[in-house]
């Protein structure tokens, strides 16, 4: 890592990253991406001390036609042995078709939301119902060795009920870290987390859950992204999701932004000093990368601003 | 306030914020605005509860074209009598002029860069010289009942010089707490600072200038400006610095964004339950009025966003 001379001395908190870009980011651009540009798009993640990245989902190629590619990206990957890769699977039909390749991938996220109304609009099922399902496609996970990731949706708040009680989302956690989640990931799907109901949220998950890994997705909807994630990781939490660029995530109210930045939350836990075993620079290369594919913008931060320079040398060479 | 379920329950913790975007923003805007939209915007920021903004500096008119018409400005204002009408003043011939018009403005602000190559670039002096020159301004200003607001720049890192001492930043407060000024301003002038540097440096802050009101001035140069916010408030900080519409700042390196935005840092503080004495939606008319101005995009998030629905109207809407 770079010259830091401003990061907390003696931090030796380690965290770890999830990349979400291809799976949640890809899937919310309005023109669907070359299949060759995601898998080159991927692998060069891969090369940026990634350890995680969601490559694909198996949702219904007319409901989301931008990733009916999902089993030629897989194909198509070159990633070194370490890096979990995992896909996404709303339903046991999705289940069925993805078992079919299964050395394709390591983990899987099967999810349902806390709140009644948007699991209502999401899938057309009730919290129950979903629960139900989703227990029974975990079984099914776990038996073909595959990692059982649970996610929670708007576990910070729904855009249709409000409020989401901590209690009911943490009760469905404990329900599926029984049923042989080793991973529950909790989503601020339309960015209505806030620092302090994040601090309090994750001493809660933390000591309720402790057997399981807790990772936390937020959404940069009001700018607050980054600062839920540092709340986070003050209240013990490890594991982050994030897409490069900023792509991706629920984009309501329309024109908002939705995940955060991997590489504006990568530099943040590096000028802290907490390690993510990711080069940055090769990081910010590769949203440079999807910026050039995509043939607009992005709104990462570190994608125009690069990484701190501590050492002067960029403003020396500007005034050369 | 709104309805926010999710804030934190009995957080009384009341919090002031300056509007820096009429001096910090408009002076970074490479076109002039002209004179009456400065002064109806102002007018407009002071409908919205704000009871603190900096309103103009008392600079050169040729090396800062956009300010030149800051008494104009500050003739123009129609502002509530308990808004505090904060101009800058870089040197002792800017305090003269400014003193021809003292009952235009309540507060000063003076400053001086902790690292001696910013201080050096920005104004070529020592930071020596400077401190002593700004506490015979200090002097005067105290003399003539204005408030002394003392800044410091570069308060968490040099573009030039990498790391800025907390200690070295802390002593000169210290003298311009003894020389008289009754606010200390910290101002992260290029976006190096982190959440877990600004947690040590507010306490810190906060130990060793009892008497004195400590001010947080951030960027979001990387993004992590709402995470820096929040890390400081959670060290004792309770007054802060932003500009509606995220204008203004340093735009170094070119192109990434500078302060904080108001209504981003507003909008968390609210959810919260943190109190500004703020309408959120006014200052948010507010910003989008000046991107109006302006004609084009700025880069706050709660500008697109809006405020956090937490009674699904919103979404009940747009559905029906």
Redesign the interface.
């Known amino acids: 890592m770079e ?1 830091t ?4 001395p003696g ?1 030796d908190r380690v965290v770890s990253v999830r990349e979400v870009g291809p799976r949640d980011g890809f899937q919310n651009e309005p023109e669907t991406i070359a299949t060759a540009d995601k898998i080159e798009l991927i692998n060069e993640l891969g090369r940026t001390g990634l350890t995680r990245i969601e490559v694909a989902s198996f949702v219904r190629p007319d409901v989301i036609p931008q990733l009916s590619d999902g089993v030629e990206v897989l194909r198509g990957l070159d990633l070194p042995t370490d890096v979990e890769r995992m896909v996404l699977i709303p339903n046991s039909k999705g289940l069925d078709n993805a078992l079919q390749v299964r050395e394709l991938f390591d983990a899987a996220t099967l999810f349902v939301s806390a709140s009644e ?1 948007h699991n209502k609009a999401n899938i057309n099922r009730t919290v129950r119902q979903t629960m139900d399902d989703v227990k029974a496609m975990g079984s099914r996970v776990v038996s073909e060795d595959i990692k059982f990731s649970a996610v929670i949706a708007t576990s ?8 989401v009680p901590m209690e009911r989302v943490l009760d469905l956690a404990e329900e599926f870290a029984a049923a042989g989640a080793t991973e529950l990931g909790f989503g601020d799907t339309t ?7 994040v601090s ?1 949220f994750f001493s809660e998950a933390n000591r309720r859950l402790p057997e399981v890994e807790v990772t936390a997705h937020f959404h ?8 839920n ?3 986070a990781l003050e209240a013990g939490c490890r594991s982050f999701e994030s897409s490069f660029g900023e792509l991706g995530g629920c984009p ?2 329309k ?3 939705g995940n ?2 991997s590489e ?1 939350l990568v ?2 836990f590096h ?4 390690d993510t075993g990711i080069d940055l620079e090769v990081l910010i290369a590769a949203a440079q990368r999807v910026q050039d594919v995509l043939g607009r913008k992005l709104t ?3 994608i ?3 990484p ?5 040398a ?3 060479a500007n005034a050369g």
């Open positions: 010259n001379p401003n990061q907390t931090d109304s910070f708040g729904c855009p249709y009920e409000g409020k960015g209505m987390a806030n620092p302090a109901y309090r940069n909807t009001r700018g607050q992204g980054l600062a994630a540092y709340a309501v109210p024109g908002s932004t955060i930045g504006d530099s943040m000028e802290m000093g907490v990462s931060h570190s125009v601003a690069g701190v320079d501590w050492t002067g960029l403003m020396a």
